[in-house]
């Protein structure tokens, strides 16, 4: 917390940014796909569900925040990972939500036994 606290606003802007990168479905769904190692333009649009172009636009966006690397092999561009906080964030991230859904449901399994037993 320490760093955050002496960054200038300047930075907090390029933060923010890389906040802005993962607070969309459609890049969180590219960016679990590209977590199984590089995959073509098709293979993303195949695993993610998403149409070619919605899907060419978020990579676009996702090279240009440095998020992900692309490289192009004949007519065809391959996309991988490129910074490794992109994992150890959604790992962070899942992790917390299931802790959530786990005290979640456990207070919600001790109020259902203290209501007894349903007729």
Known sequence: MAMIAAMPDELLDLVAGKFQMLADTTRLAILRSLMGGEKSVGQVVTETGRGQANVSKHLK??????LVGRRK???QVFYRLQ?????KLCELVCSTIREDMERSISRRSELLRKLGPSR
Do not use: I, Q, T
Not at 83 to 87: A, I, K, R, S
């Open 61 to 66: 966006l996702l090279a240009e925040s440095g």
């Open 73 to 75: 092999e004949g007519l």
């Open 83 to 87: 910074d490794p906080l992109v994992e």
